[in-house]
């Protein structure tokens, strides 16, 4: 069984930094495309940065290109999302998801974790 477990939400204050997790399991990811997505009630998923497990593209949303950073890291099957010069507007739960293609849509993505709340304060 295929699982996607994010870790490293919290509340921080604005300008502060976190670095989240999804540790994968259950399958090699080797040939997918690892994804960070957030979301806020009332509205849709929004995406925030994507990459092949192996390299290749890295793509980031305009709002966090220069602030937040994904990497990998392949012994620990995990997935990283380092996040600086947070804003209260980066307030969101974030979600990490997998694919076997690389697509700034949530309806590209097969698995799903099950979210980390990051909270900003002003």
């Known amino acids: 069984q295929v699982q996607l477990v994010e870790s490293g939400g919290g509340l921080v204050q604005a300008g502060g930094s976190l670095r989240l997790s999804c540790a994968a399991s259950?399958?090699?990811?080797?040939?997918?495309?690892t994804a960070w997505f957030r979301q806020v009630p009332g509205k849709e998923r929004e995406f925030v940065s994507a990459r092949y497990w192996t390299g290749g593209n890295i793509v980031y949303a305009d709002f966090v290109k220069g602030r937040f950073a994904i990497s990998r890291d392949n012994a620990k099957n995990t997935v990283y999302l380092q996040m600086n010069s947070l804003k209260p507007e980066d307030t969101a739960v974030y979600y990490c998801?997998?694919?076997?293609?690389?697509?700034?849509?949530?309806?590209?993505?097969?698995?799903w974790g099950q979210g980390t709340q990051v909270t900003v304060s002003s």
């Open positions: 259950g399958r090699t990811f080797s040939n997918y495309a």
């Open positions: 998801a997998a694919g076997r293609w690389l697509r700034r849509s949530p309806s590209g993505y097969e698995y």
